[in-house]
């Protein structure tokens, strides 16, 4: 409490003060004519300031003792311009070819690009803007190198992608970075900042860059800054968009016919082997009748995707906001609406119980800048997000309830399954099914809405203190950061799944045979609510911050931060953090370049004694084009830098169970007369005794470590068309916890706790080339990226293997162990008795033949191998197209992942338990045994069925490296005269697209899914990845 | 510049605001305040984590582990068959002879012994470490230590049963951090270890609890403990029977060559077992009357089903004498613990019941008749009224078509139909249904719906120590002990004495003719309390014994199937059981396999003959 007060003392106590005014006007050109939006503003007191309009003209109010005037615009050197007593100051701008004045973000400040010594990457909020997917990560795919996602679903709500910066190296925790949020720890879903607020996309990504944040920057750290007021009349920009979205892979199964055909087959395949089928065949009647349509209530042909899903749902973005701001307050205002429509169709819609899937965001921020004084600036930013989720309560399968699955769920769903309605309306079933009418569920079942409110509110005070010492600057932050939900589920009484009835009809007697004898009406819904446990994160921070140039030569800078972070999350015990930052830098004429950054942190999940720890970083460059010798004789190349960066990270991002590891605790039995508990009873008369256990055995353990060093180049040339930033990294992450392997004999085994042991070596290089031209009116530019991550474990705690080729050490992580596929037993084979055969069941011509790795002669679980990808893609590439002709611009993304593997498992191609699909129809037969795409049909699982992830092979696990267009824009402007006219500043018409196109490896996708879906998925959150087609427009008053 | 002045105070101040507080911002708060200085610091929750240890006792015994891995030992025996029938259940690993290393967690039967047994010497252990900085009494230190002893003890018999030789941990308390590398130690040690750790405590404990303390260890259990392993380590298995094939396993199965000094040991242990019980009040309950006062009822040999049935003995029996206490280790149960029998192996028609298994047909033919005789010895037997004339031991341990019980509603007792075609109960009813079901230790006026009584599990029964006394002294060449004991076993299970007072016995009989008796005997005294798994393995009969078809007992009656007249009359057919009929037994069974992650977690091991 006493911090709060004396913060807010802090921030009361300046005044305000004003002094008389002085007016000056002029004209700012560049060699093209007139230049708008130049910022200009009195040196001294910033707040005095404003832009150039349209003919680049500007009117500017200035106090009694001006000083120099400050121009100032992006892409071009700034200027001073002494005003001593003039009334008009008219200017040329010249452009900056050498990038000297372009700035970046970095953690706990900005930096000068050319001054730069750390490996960043960056992207406006400009060109995330472009791209209409609803979750803000899913607009950097692509186009930010050293960044690696995977887009594992495409629910609204739900379909934002996993990130990792520089790939994963760690087996604990999820790896995902830090977001940091103008200067605090970001608590909710990156997904859910509304890129209509965002000015700059960070992404630190060595040591040199991320060391400030200490314990917690060894998985890289992204930063965004939101956008700000400037000056000048308030300026309104509207914008709203319009979406179509379908699903990129539409989920796709043959009908009655085609399927009971090879429901034939499979059953017949059986019986000519001698196996005994687990299912009986289609009689000719039944084929010919689902071949004709004869008897559809009989013989129903029912395209589920068809009658379930509809072929686009929409999507709406719309967006305010206001910013403009006076010489002593400025502001940002954002408000902002996306609405996410499910793809099922609409059959609850009027019952008042929408059970599709929708998601709605309220999105707001306001960011006002206060400057009471010269010296002095206040920023209080409140912003917030207001969520609904929901999702049909579809009351599916255990473990399986989802639309999409069932769709693809043979047992329940199959083309043949029921007939929708019967011929009197009443929904229609088949006896023989568990669950009842999916028409009827989506409509009568009622909903799971999850409701969730994210606020967040920073306040910070920057005092300069130049009248201690010249560049010296104060500066502090509060922030809060929360969110808190609850979730509301409407449904019918009961749990058996029939609380509607379903009619089953004979199409020959015409009669109706209720499903359950005990309903003959619908039941009547009701509501339940559970809270979901909330976040609450405090974040403290002061910090002095000097930077100052002696003679032009010598810049000296400096950063000391003190940063406190409490962390309360539901019941858990609060997480505390404690950090102190140092930076020091120098550079001499931005020729030579030395930085010293450090983070000393302290975390309450480690023990006292391990509790802090100083991580260092050290940085260096060389800008050669500086130097005489270089800058007189290679005139084209603008700037070439060289730097390097080597230094420890921590990160202290652990999996659930493993804060607090140091404390041994015991257990003491519940209460009651549970089978499994320590209970022990006492007496002739019984007196229950609930014993007391060691539970976890304590380990002072710390966190996890990381050193990184990383070389870079910087190439600017013919005057700033091409760029080429270049980096290559080694990443060594060790201490990694993890829970050992000890004998159960030790007594201990299910007790210990992890220990610092594990360890991984992450190495990989990226580059980025862009080049800016222009023929005539037309402007354009590529840009195109690669980055490589490769990781490798080290050390794991790995029992002894077997067999050396089931060693997972060494492999990267996420590798998983399986048969090598290599082809069709023949008849020939299964004769040989030579060729190897699996350990169990039956095996036959047409089944998966796989390598005996140990020449045992047998398949078995010896002869797993790891196979050759994980599920994580190594190499992402991404190219950028952009241009733009007068009132046109465009700009398209491509991106592509390779090196990695898919494997599913159900909503997939497993044969008698999901439904077929075209790959069925080539499966192997007599008839069809030269490469066929698929093994042998059967009823009964076998070493050629998915069944069991023991039956993990090449086959299944496929490499499944794509190439997409992620985002395209085409936009037109309306003239400025034509606008005008209705009085409105500039309008803009735009169509733009994301996942519009998917090239994956073809033969490679058996499966037939989105190609970055989550490998394995039992298919609970299964859902359908999205393409958009939007339809944008953006008005400024 | 006076503002900015004051603004740096301000800030200076700010600073110190944060700092000052720096002390123990970060100190977690733990959720719970119970850890290893809290426990050993009350005496109360000192006493608590042993009965922790305590816990686990009856972690072998088979109605316990029907409830952590479904398996009971039982099934996996000739003596009944499991409901659960798949390849990869437990039981079926077991009774089917697919024990392997690989077998993962769960269908790994044996897995849950070694690691619960390893984990409660582990707590043991702590318990001795810490015990002394409690504030117990001297005198309670001094007996508490010896129940821990006892208790770990235990535990290593148990690991020992079914492995062999296991490392022998000592007293060492594994730090999170230490490598644990100690290799399997050789079965002579292992023995020698629980013997001399048994022999240390006897001392230290009382020979009877009294009324509150009822449940903890004596030092008559210490005793009778000794003389189970003593016999266990003189069996043909491990007494000259090893089955080890390199020296390292021949070490860790059992010892090199035989000595009868063994045997000696042995009976020497029980003998001193079964003075000290006597002399404590300990007995066989003999009891051939059911009911009080004028509704009493000749039931012969009643005293052995009324032991499962209550939780001490406490009082006089007819006569005015004390009664006698016949479990020498009782495993407590709570009290809401008590319907585990009912409610997991009574047919489904007296009320909510799994019926886990069901005992086979071979099981009742080991049954003798009520003159002592096997049934094909005696003329009495009628083969088409089966369960007539029967030693009564067969009506308490199975219950068969026409059995009474509670019914599910009301307390009246009906009768339980077995038939093929009855309902509900109805062999036909289910694939691994063997016309029989479990009534050991269970009582017909309860079911799992109503009636209650309070019992303890017979982890060791004096009935046992008297039967490992008769095995040993007959193994050393003194019979007669052996005639002597069956003759008080059978005479209290209520078999006639016949005119001879042989109680069916054949005069005269071999040592090896008496081992097939005693080994019967001990099959029929204790079946369903997890004996016979380990029985036929020592004696090194399960090769011939396990390999064995199992049946069930089709009985086919005239008449409508679903009601039952005085006047219907019953075929009896004896046929194999539907589902895993057909039980076998290898010769690397005889001892459980290590598991293989165990195996790659300590390269140390040596891993059992055969796997």
């Given at each position: 409490m006493r911090k709060y007060l004396i913060t807010a003392c802090f921030l009361l106590i300046c005044s305000l003060s004003w002094a008389q005014q002085h007016v000056i006007t002029g004209t700012i050109v560049d060699s093209d004519g007139p230049l708008p939006g130049v910022s200009v503003y009195q040196k001294d007191s910033p707040s005095r300031g404003t832009v150039t309009n349209l003919e680049g003209k500007y009117r500017l109010v200035l106090d009694k003792s001006p000083g120099a005037l400050s121009f100032s615009y992006i892409g071009y050197l700034s200027q001073e311009v002494n005003v001593a007593g003039r009334s008009v100051i008219n200017l040329t701008m010249m452009p900056d070819a050498k990038g000297l004045e372009e700035v970046i973000v970095i953690g706990y400040g900005t930096q000068k690009r050319i001054t730069n010594t750390g490996a960043v990457s960056s992207i406006s909020g400009d060109n995330l803007r472009?791209?209409?997917?609803?979750?803000?990560?899913?607009?950097?795919i692509g186009r930010v190198p050293g960044v690696i996602t995977q887009q594992q679903s495409g629910r609204p709500g739900g379909d934002g992608a996993q990130i990792l910066v520089r790939g994963l190296s760690t087996t604990n925790g999820n790896g995902a970075p830090l977001v940091i949020v103008d200067d605090l720890e970001y608590a909710g879903n990156i997904a859910d900042i509304d890129p209509d607020q965002i000015e700059t996309f960070t992404v630190l990504k060595d040591a040199s860059t991320t060391a400030v944040y200490g314990i917690r920057g060894a998985n890289g750290v992204i930063v965004i800054t939101t956008r700000r007021g400037k000056t000048g009349k308030a300026q309104i920009t509207v914008r709203s968009e319009n979406s179509l979205q379908q699903p990129s892979y539409v989920p796709e199964y043959l009908d009655s016919y085609e399927s009971a055909l090879l429901f034939n087959q499979a059953v017949n395949n059986d019986i000519a082997l001698g196996i005994a089928p687990s299912r009986t065949a289609f009689s000719d009647e039944a084929l010919e009748a689902f071949k004709n349509g004869t008897d559809p209530y009989r013989y129903p042909n029912v395209d589920w995707t068809d009658e379930l899903i509809k072929p686009f749902s929409l999507q709406t973005r719309n967006n305010i906001n206001v910013q403009g701001g006076m010489e002593k307050a400025k502001y940002f205002i954002s408000a902002g609406y996306l609405g996410q429509d499910g793809l099922i169709k609409d059959f609850s819609q009027n019952s008042g119980m929408n059970s599709n899937y929708y998601y709605k965001r309220y999105n707001f921020r306001s960011n006002l800048d206060v400057q009471p004084s010269k010296t002095l600036t206040l920023n209080l930013d409140l912003s917030g997000n207001f969520s609904e989720r929901n999702s049909p309560n579809n009351r599916g399968r255990a473990n399986h309830d989802n639309v999409f699955f069932e769709i693809s769920d043979m047992n329940q769903l199959a083309p043949w399954a029921y007939p929708i309605y019967n011929p009197d309306g009443s929904y229609g079933i088949n006896p023989g099914n568990t669950l009842n009418n999916i028409v009827g569920r989506l409509t009568e079942y009622g909903y799971v809405r999850e409701f969730r409110n994210d606020l967040t509110a920073n306040f910070r005070a920057t005092q300069k203190l130049d009248f201690i010492t010249q560049g010296l600057s104060a500066k502090g932050v509060v922030g809060y950061n929360g969110y808190g939900g609850f979730t509301r589920s409407l449904t019918r009484n009961g749990t058996d799944g029939s609380d509607f009835p379903a009619y089953s009809y004979d199409s020959q007697t015409g009669s109706y045979t209720i499903l359950n004898t005990n309903i003959y009406r619908t039941t009547l819904p009701n509501l339940s609510n559970s809270n979901n446990a909330g976040t609450r994160k405090l974040n403290w921070q002061a910090s002095l911050n000097y930077d100052r140039t002696f003679g032009s030569k010598h810049r000296i800078y400096a950063l000391v931060l003190y940063n406190y972070l409490n962390d309360i999350s539901g019941a858990d015990v609060p997480d505390v953090f404690e950090g102190y930052t140092f930076r020091l830098g120098y550079d001499y004429k931005s020729k030579y370049l030395l930085e010293l950054n450090a983070g000393y942190n302290g975390t309450s999940k480690f023990s006292q004694a391990e509790r802090y720890s100083l991580f260092p970083a050290i940085s260096a460059g060389w800008n050669i084009s500086e130097e005489p010798f270089f800058k007189d004789n290679i005139k084209f190349v603008d700037l070439l830098k060289i730097r390097g960066s080597y230094g420890l990270t921590g990160s202290d991002n652990l999996s659930g169970g493993f804060d607090y590891v140091y404390l041994p605790t015991y257990d003491r039995s519940a209460t009651g007369t549970g089978e499994s508990t320590w209970n022990y009873s006492l007496g002739d008369t019984p007196t229950a005794i609930n014993g007391i256990r060691e539970s976890t055995l304590g380990n002072i353990v710390t966190w996890e470590k990381e050193i990184q060093s990383n070389i870079g180049l910087e190439l600017r040339m013919f005057k700033g068309s091409l760029n080429v930033v270049a980096d290559v990294y080694s990443r060594y992450r060790y201490d990694i916890l993890q829970e050992r392997q000890v004998s159960a004999a030790s007594g201990i085994s299910s007790q210990l706790p992890p220990a610092n042991i594990g360890k991984v070596r992450n190495r990989g290089f990226e580059t980025q080339v862009t080049y800016n031209g222009r023929v005539n009116d037309l402007n354009y530019n590529v840009s195109g990226n690669i980055s490589v991550s490769k990781n490798k474990r080290v050390f794991f705690d790995e029992p002894l293997k077997a067999y050396p080729w089931k060693t997972l050490t060494g492999q990267s992580i996420g590798s998983e162990l399986g048969y090598e596929f290599l082809g069709f037993y023949t008849e020939a084979d299964i004769a040989d008795v030579e060729i190897a055969k699996p350990s169990t069941g039956q095996v036959f011509a047409g089944d998966l033949k796989y390598s005996d790795l140990n020449g045992d002669g047998i398949i078995n679980a010896d002869d797993m191998s790891v196979m050759p990808y994980a599920n994580l893609p190594n190499t992402i590439l991404g190219l950028t197209l952009g241009a733009n002709y007068k009132n046109f611009s465009f700009s398209i993304t491509a991106q592509s992942a390779l090196n990695f593997s898919l494997s599913a498992r159900n909503e997939s191609v497993v044969v008698m338990s999901n439904n077929f699909r075209e790959i069925h129809k080539d499966a192997w037969t007599p008839e069809n045994s030269v490469n066929p795409s698929f093994p042998r049909l059967s009823t009964v699982a076998n070493i050629s069925s998915l069944t069991t992830l023991s039956n993990i092979s090449t086959f299944w696990s496929r490499r499944s490296d794509y190439l997409r267009i992620k985002t395209a824009e085409i936009a037109y402007s309306l003239p400025k005269e034509l606008v005008g006219k209705v009085g409105l500043g500039s309008a803009r018409i735009y169509v733009n697209g994301y996942n519009l196109l998917t090239w994956s490896l073809k033969e490679k996708n058996i499966y037939d899914i989105d190609p970055e879906n989550q490998a394995r998925s039992t298919g609970e959150d299964f859902y359908p990845q999205q393409k958009i087609y939007n339809l944008g427009v953006q008005v400024a008053f | 510049m006076k503002n900015s002045v004051k603004v740096l105070i301000l800030f200076i101040i700010l600073l110190q605001a944060y700092s000052c507080k720096k002390q123990d911002i970060l100190d977690a708060k733990p959720n719970t305040d119970l850890n290893l200085e809290t426990t050993f610091a009350d005496s109360a929750r000192t006493s608590d984590f042993l009965f922790g240890i305590y816990s686990d006792i009856a972690l072998d015994f088979s109605i316990e582990r029907h409830y952590s891995i479904s398996v009971s030992l039982a099934d996996a025996t000739d003596e009944s068959n499991h409901r659960l029938g798949g390849l990869n259940q437990p039981n079926t690993v077991l009774a089917l002879g697919a024990l392997s290393p690989a077998n993962g967690q769960g269908n790994h039967p044996y897995q849950t012994t070694w690691e619960k047994s390893y984990s409660n010497i582990r707590a043991a252990n702590i318990f001795l470490a810490n015990v002394d900085s409690s504030p117990f009494s001297e005198s309670l230190k001094k007996s508490s230590k010896a129940e821990a002893r006892f208790l770990r003890a235990w535990y290593y018999h148990l690991l020992v049963k079914g492995f062999g030789g296991v490392p022998l941990v000592g007293d060492r308390i594994l730090e999170a951090t230490d490598i644990f590398d100690t290799p399997r130690g050789s079965y002579e040690d292992c023995i020698n270890y629980i013997v001399s750790e048994l022999s240390a405590i006897e001392n230290d404990l009382v020979a009877s609890q009294n009324s509150q303390n009822y449940g903890r260890i004596t030092s008559v259990a210490a005793k009778a403990l000794k003389s189970r392993v003593l016999l266990c380590a003189a069996s043909p298995l491990t007494n000259g029977g090893n089955i080890g094939t390199s020296p390292e396993q021949r070490a860790v199965a059992g010892y090199q060559s035989y000595s009868e000094q063994r045997w000696r040991d042995a009976a020497d242990a029980s003998k001193e077992a079964l003075d000290q019980a006597d002399a404590y009040g300990y007995g066989l309950h003999v009891k051939h009357t059911i009911g009080s006062g004028s509704s009493t009822k000749a039931a012969p040999g009643y005293g052995f089903a009324e032991i499962y049935t209550r939780r001490r003995a406490i009082g006089t029996d007819a006569d005015g004498n004390p009664l006698k206490e016949e479990f020498l280790l009782p495993g407590m149960r709570v009290t809401g613990g008590n319907k585990r029998l009912e409610s997991r192996f009574l047919p489904q028609s007296t009320g909510t019941s799994r019926t886990e298994s069901a005992p086979s047909h071979n099981l009742v033919k080991a049954f003798g008749t009520i003159n002592g005789k096997p049934t094909s010895e005696d003329p009495t037997y009628d083969p088409a009224k089966p369960y007539q004339n029967r030693d009564p031991r067969l009506h308490y341990t199975v219950i068969f078509n026409g059995t009474p019980w509670r019914a599910s509603s009301g307390s009246s007792q009906k009768p339980i139909y077995t038939y093929n075609g009855a309902p509900t109960d109805g062999i036909n009813n289910s694939a691994w249904f063997t016309g029989y079901y479990w009534r050991k230790m269970m009582d017909s006026t309860v079911n799992s719906n109503s009636g209650s009584f309070q019992r303890v599990w017979p982890l060791i029964r004096y009935a046992e120590v008297l039967m490992n006394y008769a095995e040993a002294k007959n193994e050393i060449g003194d019979i007669s002990v052996a005639y002597d004991v069956l003759k008080r076993i059978r005479k209290r299970a209520g078999i006639r004495a016949g005119s001879d007072g042989m109680y069916g016995l054949e005069p005269g009989m071999s040592k090896e003719k008496m081992r097939e008796v005693i080994l019967n005997e001990r099959q029929v005294e204790f079946a369903f309390e997890s004996h016979r798994y380990y029985d036929v393995r020592r004696t090194k009969t399960a090769i011939k014994n396990q390999n064995v078809l199992m049946t069930a007992m089709k009985i086919t009656k005239s008449g409508a199937p679903d009601v039952v007249k005085a006047t219907d009359t019953y075929q009896y057919n004896e046929e194999p059981?539907?589902?895993?009929?057909q039980h076998v037994f290898n010769e690397q069974n005889y001892w459980f396999p290590i598991r293989q992650t165990e195996m790659d977690t300590n390269p140390s091991f040596v891993q059992n003959p055969g796997y």
């Open positions: 472009q791209s209409p997917s609803a979750s803000l990560q899913n607009s950097l | 059981i539907a589902t895993n009929g």
